[in-house]
């Protein structure tokens, strides 16, 4: 596919620095009365896997969905290459989404579609309006989508309706549609808290593989510690709406956790027993799912 364009030319950026993907500066969300995320600032260099992890209600989903414009924040900035991704509008707005790509926890799959489209709807921020109601896509559009399924270990699965998919098979899916954006960074909100153990490690190996053969800023809410311990290189903690942990997964010790946590500390680490955790703590090695062969028409 081809190479993605500058999308903020017309931006005033403020000396970014080369290896900085994302800087947050001050950045708040309120609702009303209650703040949800506050004042938090933090840098994120380029390539880095980060695992966010807090109890419920901590502001970690509000804080990515802040990162992606799902949520636009109340105070601050969020500056992706020295642009305030926060101001940004209309086309350039759309851009941003597209060059940060999302997985969510429910997948937002359309179930009645083929997996294949459902992939291809990545590619809907290339298209006219008319293109993408009638689903337009080349067959250079199609082949890479082919081949992002194939990297997850999904390109048997093309043309099946995407609702026979088992819960683990969808999340790939989904994540093969994030990869057609072509983004710069992925997000992950919650990716493996409704799966099964197996499902979850499958999960968590492509994103920490994506990571590290392509280079992608992964950015992911996590609810399980070992989880976060084994694949992330960076773990923010975050406890009512600010970051009160920030440092390398070797540093996350009991104690620390327990204080991120505080009276939800037991589930937390009764359920890193059932998250990924297939054979002790150990870091994976980063690999895709095989791949199985099959014939697409």
Known sequence: MGTRGSVFVEAEPSNPREDVMLEFKALTKRFNDKVAVEDVSL?????????????????????LRMINRLADPSGGELLHKGVDVAKLKGAELRAWRSNCAMVF???????????????????????????????????????????????LGMAHTALQQTDTLSGGQMQRVAIARALVQEPEILLADEPIASLDPLNAKLVMD????????????????????????????????????????DG??????????????????????????????LGGHTRPAPTMPQPARAAVG
């Open 43 to 63: 840098t994120i260099p380029q390539g880095q896997m980060v695992g966010i992890i807090g109890r419920s209600g901590a502001g970690k989903s509000t804080l």
């Open 105 to 151: 926890q429910q997948f937002n799959l359309v179930g009645r579609l083929n997996v294949i489209t459902n992939v291809m709807t990545g590619r809907l921020h290339e298209h006219g309006f008319l293109s993408a109601m009638l689903q337009m896509f080349s067959a250079q559009e199609r082949a890479f989508a082919i081949r992002a399924l194939d990297r």
């Open 206 to 245: 492509a994103l920490r593989a994506i990571n590290t053969e392509d280079g992608l800023t992964v950015i992911c809410n996590l609810h399980t510690l070992d989880t976060a311990r084994a694949y992330c290189d960076r773990i923010i903690g975050m406890q009512a709406g600010r970051v009160v942990f």
């Open 248 to 277: 390398a997964a070797h540093e996350l010790t009991d104690a620390a956790a327990r204080e991120i946590y505080g009276a939800e500390a037991g589930e937390a680490f009764q359920e890193g027993l059932t998250s990924t955790s």
